[in-house]
Structure formats: C-alpha cells, structure tokens
C-alpha cells in the first residue's frame, strides 16, 4: 500500500515538472517562486521563498530523472549542485549549469523520504532564447530569408523566444505584466553601413519587447493598453504597421535580433533589479539575408543558348504573389516548325486558352500562335519571395532562331522586362564498330550522339531496296514514310546523348544481295527525300555473302590415325554440320561449334578411321547462312543416316513437295554429289564446300642405310602416311646380340629413342640420330614400330672396323622394309601402290665369306 502511494506521488510530480505555467516574478523580477525559470548568468535572486518558510536554501540540487524520490526509477541520485550565495540568494553564473530542473536543499529540511529538500517546489534554468526571420507582411507565414523581393513588397521581422519572452516579466501593484526581454533588429546594409531604422516609413526596430513565444513586428499579440514596456533613451518601440521597401537600397541585407539592457527607468512603480543580465553574454539571434531588387519586374534564364531537344528555364522576380503575364514575343517562325512550349503541369504557372482575353490586352509583339492556343503565353503567379521559375520545352521541331521571353504587369504594361534566348540545332553522329565490312548474319554494333532529339529514327538505302527514299533498319519490307514513327527503327537517346543499336543481320525479313548499302540517322521520322531542315548523318557498309572454308589435316589418312577436318565460317553461324561419305560409310549432319573468330574444327578419332576401308572419301561442310538454320539435315547422325531431306519450315516451297535424297546404297561419290545438289536448290539458301581424302593401311618405310664406321654419327631417315605428330619408337641392335656361353664377353651394341612424325611434302618423313662411337663392327638390325596405328618395319646396315683408305668395292646394305599396301580397285578410286622385294641386307657379304672358306679348305687338302 505504502510503494503504491509512492508510486502516485511521484507520478503527480513528473507531471508537475513536465507542465511549468508561464508565471510572472512577484512582486519584482527578483523574487523567485516555485516553478518560475531562472536564466543563466542572472544573479542576487531572491529564493526565500522557496523550501521550508523558516529556513532558505543553501544549494540548489539537480537529481536523476528530475526526481529527488530515491523510490522512483532514476530518482534520488544527485547529479549536479549550485551553492546559494548566501541562504536565500542565489546566482547562476556562468553557461555551462546544467539546464532544467533544480531543487531547493536545506540540511535543516528532511521530507518522509529522507530528502532535504521540498519535492513540490522547484525551479527551471535555461539559456535566453530568441531567433529572427523575415516574412511577407501578408502571410506571416511566407518566409523570404535567402530569397529576393522587389521594392513593391511589404515585410515583417519574426521573433521568436521560447523562454525569454515568456518567463522573462513580473507583475506590477496593479497585477498588469512587466516584459523586460528586449532586442534590437539591427540590418547590414548591402554598402556594409549598420542601421536600426529601416523602410519607406522609417520604422524604428530597437526596444522590441519579447512579449510572448512568437510575435511580428507589423503586430503585437495584446493591445498597447495591456503591456508597460521600458523606455531605452527616450525612444519608445514602433511596433504595429509593415515595413515598406519602398526607395530602399538595391541588394542583399543582413538582419540580426540583438540583446539589449533596458534602463532602470520604469513608467511606474518599483525599478527591477536584474534589468535583461545575460545582454552582454548570451547569443545574439541566428543571421538572416534577404535581398532587395532594384527591377519592379525582372526575368532572367538560366541558358542564354540551348540545343534544340533540351529544355530552358526563365525566372520571373516581381511582387510577392502577384499574377503576371508571360509569353514568347512573334519570331518570325515558318510553316511546318515550332515555338518553345510552356511545360504543363508547373505550380502556379496557367497556361491559359482565354483568346479573347489575350485578344482583347492588344499586346502587339506577342507571338501568333498564342492567339491560337499554343502554349506559348502564361499567367504566372509569383512565390513569397516574388518569384516564380518557368519550364520551356524544346523539340525537334522548334525552329532554330533566337526567342524572346517578356513578362510584363497586366495592370500596367509600362512595367515588364525581357529575356533572350537561342535555340540552335542539334547533330546527330552514326559509326559502326568494326572495319565497315560485314559477312550477312553478323550483327552490326551502330551508335552515335543525338543532341537535336530524344530518338533517333534508323532507315537503310541500298541497291534495288524499295521504296528508294528508304525502308526501316527493323523489318527491310517495310517502306520509310514522313511523320510516321512505326515505319523507321526507333532508337531512345541517353541522358548523355549518345545512342546505340545492336542491327542482328541474321534477323533480316528478307534476304539481302551483297553489296553497298547506306544506313541513315536521323533526329526525326522523314525520310531521304525530305530532309532539308532535319538534323542526319550517314553510314555506309558492305555486306558480303557468308562462305564456308575447309581443308584436311592430311590428304593421306592412315587407318586408325585421327584426321581433322578445319576452315572458317564467315558471318559468324552459331555451328556447321560436316557430312562424310566413304566405302559403306554414311557419316550426316555432324555439328562443328564454330568460334568468335568465324573458325571451326571437326575431328574424326582413332576409333573412327580404324576400321575405314582404304579407299577415296568425300567430305561437304554445311553452312546454315543468315538465318542460321540448316535447310538440308540427315535422317540420323552417324554412320547409318539413310536419307537428306529439308527441315520443315522449308518443305513448302517444293513444288510437288520437298524431295527426300536417298543417301544409302549409292556410291561414296555420287551420296556426296546428291547431297550438293540438294544444297544447289533455289530453295535452299545454305552454302557449302567439299573436299575429299584417301584413306590407306597404315606403313613404315625406311631409307637405304648405307654401311658406316665405328665412330660415325649418321641418321636413319623414312617416310611414312602416318599422320604428322605421330610417335615411332626406333631400335638399333647388332645382329649378334644373343644367348652366349658363360666364357664368352657379351658386349651390346645400338641405340633406341622415339621420333615423331614430320609433314612431308608427298608423305610424311621421320628422322633417327645414330652415334656409332661405342658400336663394334658387326651387323646392325633396324627396327621403326608405331604403337597408334600399330605397324612396325625392319632394315640393316653393316658398321665397320676403321676407315678405308680407298671407297668401297662392296654392294651397300639393301634396306628391307615391309611390303607396301597392295593397290586397292573400287569403283570410287583406283589406287596403285607398288609392292617391290628387296633382298636382305648384308646377304651379298656372306656369299663372299663362304667363297672364302672354300678356298681355304682346298689348299688344306693339297698340303
């Protein structure tokens, strides 16, 4: 029961302390009471009256959540203290105090809490305040600090003081408020002068007494009977009427709020004590600028010259929210073009089609087609500051000359003012990327600037293109007509002005012959003939015809060798289909990715050629043109397609219906044959080439080795119709290399390593170093093996002890090789390769050994 007692009793005195009265010091300024606000840097004040009657405070307390009840949340703890001067007096001295709420405290003095100090009295201190505006004197809410005003506007000053002019007064004997807060207004005039006076009327801005929170100096919020101001050196406060500008100095002012003592003079009844302290120490009011025109009416713009396609802004400066007449004064513009327009949709900015009151004003230099409703004139109605900015838009269409802009006082037309500006044409640039040359199928990067429109309109002219003046970049059936933006490739401009179109080739409506064509950019939908007063450029390109390239890695394929077929496909096809035809083979349609740089690679691996039969084959590469679709494919990919017929969406343009090629049970050369005339139909835009290869049982010949010295470095060389790259292991070993008795030396002699495979210019060739340093004399075997495709061949040669004084008298070692392929005789190729025996090498050495030995036998027998 007792914390809830508590509990209320604090939440009665939060509420206390949010809610602090305006209350007036009574009897003087002097006397503080409970709740009163207390400014910094006052002093000698009078707080006997508040805690225990009997005894004054000595300090006054600041606690945590402005609560000295300990049994609060964030209450009881002491944050901060000010000692009294003396009890009962008390000064706040300087600016960094905390500001808020205090407490009395007096040792003498202990609430039920156990406080010292009186929780239902308390005072407030805050820094005086008062901040400065300038305002319309017929809004008061229409501020014009930082902005411009004529000399026909009428102002106020705007003060504000949210403690100053509310606490900052006391009650006389006859109970009516003292205001003691006072300032000056003091302005900087544009020529650096410091004046207090100011406006037609001279008004007299010093002694303006802070009556209030908010008041105005053309007003007061009482009536002059309700408030007893002070008298500064005799000049009372000229409060109550606008300040006219009037004759005033043309420029920028500078206004400030300041401080100010009033004198201890009172009209009646007792001087106060303090008299505004903080004057000389507390910040004057924040600095405003405004600025005064020395024009009744005054236009400006913020480009003396725009290109035509951007827009222009003028600026009206006159009275404050007052109604004026702008407008475009006659150019002399030509049929068929355009004056800037107002933009609609501008606050306060009426772009009006009242004729008959434009008609009636008989303004004479007006423009033409604002007396017919062209949005050329405009009633304009100035912001507070007396200004008002106006949009005009411009297009491809305004005539490019210089405009004038007048506004004028529809009250009195002796006060306007005029403003030129000079719209200019644009340019419109087109450049392609790349060399100017294309394959048709390319796409073509186009871009260029537009500084004349918001679009560019593409068309393209060409040999036999119809109609002549021109057909759209976007679908070439279609004719260029004038005006007509649907009938041209519209491209958007940038914020930059630069634009930029990707024209896709294979996309054409209708195929394109090769040749020279010219693609214009223009900044508005007319076409060639009619472009006398329209900004273009031109770009000329040359589209050839795509084509297809291919060649074979070898012209000679060994069985289970690889074989590339390779070439380019210009007009960059996503892929070729590569189609190969042999002995019982059937190979169609086989996809070949072609590369951004238009190349292409078909392979066809060991596993392919393995088993091919030896004979001629055929190869056709397919290219699909620009539309990039293949016209002609095979039944099946692979070695059994049996058929070529058209894709579907061409199967309608046969006459009779699309034929279907058979492709198997024919000859090798006459599939290849069907299948080009196939390709060679009118109805078939595909192009292609074609190519043709043998293939031949693999083999390994090696070159007649002649016979050789110890100590010879010599090659082993050979030709063969392996493919180029290919590995042979070469071995060298003596012919008496083998078993022998234990009691007999076993010296080896040869040489092995690999060797690859080199182009030849018929056949392919090898070469094997051979360092005959280390050999004996004997017989040497030669042994040349390939492991992919497996063939291996044999031969000898003789190395000799020394060097022969006279050249040899003996026949050189025959080289033996394997048999060549026996010529094969098909109906597609006759190929004849000559199978020739050799004798052994070294046989012609051993007849002559045995001759030798019969002679010796002879002579034996005689003896």
Not at 25 to 34: E, G, L, Q, V, Y
Not at 423 to 450: A, M
Not at 833 to 860: E, S, W, Y
Request: net charge negative.
């Amino acid at each position: 029961m007792k914390s809830t007692m508590k509990l209320i009793i604090a939440s009665v005195i939060l509420v206390a302390l949010l809610a602090v009265p305006a209350m007036a010091r009574n009897p003087t300024i002097n006397d503080i009471k409970s709740t009163d606000v207390v400014f910094v840097y006052e002093t000698g004040l009078n707080v006997s009256l508040l805690g225990n009657p009997v005894t004054y405070p000595t300090k006054f307390v600041k606690y945590g959540n402005d609560n000295p009840n300990p049994n609060v949340a964030g209450g009881g703890q002491q944050l901060a203290e000010i000692p009294c001067d003396a009890p009962g007096v008390f000064s706040v001295y300087n600016s960094p105090a905390y500001l808020g709420i205090w407490f009395p405290w007096n040792a003498s003095y202990t609430d039920p809490n156990g406080a010292h100090v009186n929780q239902s009295e308390y005072i407030q201190i805050q820094h005086a305040d008062v901040t400065l505006d300038a305002v319309l004197n017929a809004s008061h809410s229409d501020s014009i600090a930082g902005k411009s005003v004529t000399r026909d506007t009428l102002i106020s000053f705007k003060l504000n003081s949210n403690y100053a002019g509310i606490y900052y007064k006391y009650t006389n004997i006859t109970g009516n408020p003292i205001y003691a807060a006072m300032v000056n207004i003091e302005l900087t005039t544009p020529g650096g002068g410091k004046i207090q006076v100011f406006g037609n009327g001279a008004d007299d801005l010093r002694n303006i007494i802070l009556m209030g929170s908010q008041e105005y100096t053309d007003s007061l919020p009482f009536g002059a009977s309700n408030y007893t101001p002070y008298v500064v050196s005799g000049v009372q406060p000229q409060l109550g009427e606008a300040i006219d500008l009037t004759g005033v100095e043309a420029g920028t002012y500078t206004a400030t709020a300041k401080w100010v003592q009033a004198n201890p003079a009172m009209n009646n009844n007792t001087v106060p004590v303090n008299n505004t302290p903080w004057y000389n120490y507390e910040s004057n009011s924040n600095s405003i600028t405004f600025t005064v025109l020395s024009k009744p009416i005054t236009i400006t713009t913020n480009k003396e010259s725009v290109v035509r396609g951007n827009p222009f802004v003028v600026t009206v400066t006159g009275e404050s929210k007052k109604v004026y007449w702008l407008y475009l004064k006659d150019a002399s513009v030509g049929t068929g073009k355009s004056y800037p327009a107002i933009s609609v949709g501008q606050s306060n900015v009426n772009i009006t089609t009242d004729l008959a009151k434009i008609n009636n004003a008989n303004i004479s230099d007006i423009n033409p087609v604002a007396k017919l409703g062209a949005p050329t004139f405009a009633q304009v109605t100035t912001a507070a500051d007396g200004t008002r900015a106006i949009q005009f838009d411009t297009n491809s269409t305004t005539y490019d000359t210089k405009y004038t802009a007048k506004v004028i006082d529809p009250a009195d037309f002796s006060k306007y003012d005029t403003v030129d500006i000079t719209v200019q044409k644009g340019q419109v640039t087109i450049t392609y990327e790349g060399t100017g040359t294309y394959y048709l199928g390319e796409t073509i990067k186009l871009s260029g600037t537009n500084t004349d429109s918001d679009t560019v309109y593409l068309f393209l002219v060409g040999p036999n293109l119809l109609p002549s003046t021109g057909v759209s970049l976007a679908d070439i059936t279609v004719g260029a007509q004038d005006g007509v933006a649907s009938t041209f490739k519209t491209v958007d401009v940038n914020t930059d002005n630069t634009w930029s179109y990707k024209w896709d080739t294979s996309q054409l409506t209708k195929t394109l012959d090769a040749g020279t064509y010219t693609i214009y950019a223009v900044a508005e939908p007319q076409k060639k003939d009619n472009l006398t007063d329209t900004e273009y450029n031109t770009a000329s390109v040359v589209l050839k015809k795509p084509f297809v390239t291919a060649s074979v890695s070898t012209n000679t394929l060994a069985q289970g060798d690889i074989l590339y077929i390779r070439g380019t496909a210009e007009g960059t096809p996503n892929d070729v289909n590569v189609w190969v035809f042999g002995k019982n083979y059937r190979s169609c349609s086989n996809s070949a990715t072609v590369k951004s740089d238009a190349s292409y690679e078909y392979k066809l691996d060991r596993g392919d050629t393995i088993d091919l039969y030896a004979g001629q084959y055929f190869a056709v590469v397919q290219h699909p043109m620009m539309n990039g679709i293949f016209d002609i494919a095979g039944d099946k990919t692979g070695t059994a397609c049996t058929n070529a017929t058209p894709t579907a969406s061409l199967r309608g343009t046969w006459v009779g219906g699309a034929p279907t090629v058979k492709l198997i049970g024919l000859q090798a050369s006459d599939a290849a044959t069907a299948l080009v005339d196939l390709l060679n139909s009118p109805n078939v835009d595909d192009t292609y080439t074609k190519l043709s290869f043998m293939v031949e049982a693999p083999w390994i010949r090696i070159d007649t080795i002649g016979d050789h010295y110890v100590g010879d470095t010599f090659s082993i060389t050979g030709t063969t119709n392996l493919a180029e790259g290919d590995q042979i292991q070469m071995t060298v070993v003596s012919s008496s290399f083998q078993p022998t008795e234990k009691t007999q030396t076993g010296e080896f002699s040869g040489a092995s390593g690999t060797v690859t495979v080199q182009k030849g210019d018929t056949y392919n060739t090898f070469s094997f170093s051979v360092d005959a340093s280390t050999f004996k004399p004997d017989e040497y075997l030669v042994t040349a093996e390939s492991i992919q495709p497996s063939q291996t061949t044999t031969a000898t040669f003789n190395v000799l002890e020394g060097t022969p004084t006279t050249a040899a008298t003996t026949a050189p070692a025959t080289a033996v090789t394997t048999a060549a392929p026996t010529p094969v005789q098909t109906t597609e190729v006759a190929t004849a390769v000559a199978t020739t025996a050799k004798p052994q090498p070294g046989f012609g050495a051993l007849i002559a050994l045995v001759g030798l030995g019969a002679v010796a036998l002879l002579v034996l027998r005689r003896r």
